[in-house]
């Protein structure tokens, strides 16, 4: 089945160790998106890659960057893990981003804990 | 901006009983809405979604919504709830341009005996 694969699922970094979560997809969506979900609150999108085209949101820190080397897989990676940073972290996939409505396709998602 | 709003973040049905979340949107052009769930640990998966092709739509697992456009609503129904559908639900707007997502709060769903 064609899907969307997060891994791990389950991280844990300390403080200010750099961790990478990644993601991959067998949809061969165009768009791939990162969002950050904190406890009991909605998802927000961090970045997404149109293609190769990077689209990082005005309000996600620097501490947090993206790497898209192929149409399938993207990484999340955080530079120095600070204990706000715990969260799930959601990656999606959708076909095209341009106009029109794009439903969005979510991995199980990656916990990540900070210690 | 396009924007969603939904009333109630926690909702308690019997089971069996009717399952209302509400979902208001507020948008200057014709939204595209969704309805996504999320169970506990899990990713979101798509319940249903309106493109302004019906105004009832049918999703996955007996849930359906309502686009009112007067009302500025598409709130989400089932009419029997079971035990399965204790989870959060969250709807959606799609905005800019159609490449992104901005979610409700969420409403966490709970079905008891």
């Known amino acids: 089945d064609a899907m969307v694969i997060q891994n791990p699922r389950y991280q844990v970094t300390q403080f200010g160790k750099p961790v990478t979560l990644s993601c991959s997809q067998t949809?061969?969506?165009?768009?791939m998106y990162w969002y950050q979900q904190k406890s009991s609150q909605a998802p927000k999108l961090l970045f997404h890659y149109y293609d190769k085209d990077f689209n990082n949101e005005a309000d996600t820190p620097d501490n947090f960057q993206s790497r898209r080397p192929n149409t399938s897989f993207c990484f999340l990676d955080i530079r120095s893990p600070g204990l706000g940073d715990a969260a799930m972290y959601l990656c999606?996939?959708?076909?095209?981003?341009?106009?029109?409505?794009?439903?969005?396709?979510f991995g199980p998602g990656t916990r990540l804990t900070v210690l | 901006a396009q924007s969603v709003t939904q009333l109630g973040s926690h909702v308690s049905v019997s089971e069996g009983a009717l399952v209302l979340l509400r979902c208001n949107y507020s948008s200057s052009v014709p939204p595209y809405l969704f309805w996504y769930v999320q169970y506990p640990n899990q990713g979101l998966q798509l319940l249903l979604k309106?493109?302004?092709?019906?105004?009832l739509v049918k999703g996955i697992n007996g849930f359906e919504a309502e686009f009112k456009k007067s009302e500025t609503s598409f709130h989400l129904t089932k009419p029997s709830a079971h035990m399965s559908d204790a989870a959060e639900y969250f709807c959606a707007v799609l905005t800019g341009g159609g490449n992104k997502l901005t979610f409700g709060t969420g409403t966490q769903l709970k079905v008891e005996l």
């Open positions: 949809l061969n969506h165009n768009v």
């Open positions: 309106y493109t302004s092709a019906a105004t």
């Open positions: 999606a996939t959708s076909r095209d981003g341009q106009g029109g409505y794009n439903e969005q396709f």
